[in-house]
């Protein structure tokens, strides 16, 4: 089955402990996006990457980092979180031709709490 | 400034009535434009799209028309059925092209409650 799985779905955490949300699709898709939605302002988007090694700022990075060592895994870093980051957060994968709409695929979500 | 937006947080509408969902943008570079459709506990999945050539997209019960001189898109649901209680999403996108960022730009949602 076609699908992006994203870990954990919930995570509570306390100020300044890093942390590490997992995601992994196997659709062999080159571009793969972080976004968080937060209430009234929809889904933004925090980091993405065009292929392995390739990654790149989104919309609201700060305080985030990511990596693509393989083409599978996309996983978001949070060093150092604050209560900011508090939000829900969604992996994203297509694939990517020029000139065309690509469907982007959403795993489930991770829910994550910074007391 | 949000380049995307929904202006109704819900909608309540009768089982087998139409419904009709409504988004706004601002940015005249948009190519496509999606619906995505969200319930509790999972993420959006994609519904129908419209490039920004069209001005109507349909798909079943869903049909989206876009209004490009009002910049302003909609989704038609007919009939409504109890199914379709979710959050509904609008997005817009400019297609990649030259290793851009295929980045989907989002409304804040609109909440769909379908009355039995």
């Known amino acids: 089955e076609a699908q992006v799985t994203q870990n954990p779905r919930y995570l509570i955490t306390v100020t300044g402990k890093k942390l590490t949300v997992t995601c992994s699709q196997n659709m062999n898709h080159e571009y793969m996006s972080w976004y968080r939605q937060d209430p009234g302002l929809g889904l933004r988007q925090i980091y993405y990457?065009?292929?392995?090694?390739?990654?790149d700022k989104g919309d609201v990075p700060e305080g985030y980092k990511v990596s693509r060592k393989e083409k599978r895994n996309f996983p978001l870093i949070l060093e150092s979180p604050s209560p900011n980051q508090t939000s829900l957060y969604f992996c994203?994968?297509?694939?990517?031709?020029?000139?065309?709409?690509?469907?982007?695929?959403f795993g489930p979500g991770t829910r994550l709490t910074v007391l | 400034d949000q380049q995307v937006k929904q202006n109704s947080p819900s909608l309540s509408v009768q089982e087998g009535r139409i419904s009709i969902l409504n988004c706004d943008y601002t940015n005249s570079m948009f190519d496509y434009f999606l619906w995505y459709k969200k319930y509790p506990a999972e993420g959006p999945t994609f519904l129908i799209s419209?490039?920004?050539i069209k001005d109507k997209n349909e798909d079943g019960r869903f049909t989206v028309f876009l209004n490009k001189s009002a910049k302003h898109l909609s989704l038609h649901i007919v009939p409504s059925q109890p199914g379709d209680s979710a959050v509904y999403f609008c997005?817009?996108?400019?297609?990649?092209?030259?290793?851009?960022?295929?980045?989907?730009?989002w409304g804040a949602g609109t909440k769909l409650i379908i009355k039995p």
């Open positions: 997005a817009a996108t400019v297609v990649p092209f030259m290793d851009s960022n295929y980045q989907l730009i």
């Open positions: 419209i490039s920004s």
């Open positions: 990457s065009m292929n392995v090694e390739v990654t």
């Open positions: 994203a994968s297509s694939s990517y031709s020029e000139g065309t709409n690509n469907e982007q695929f």
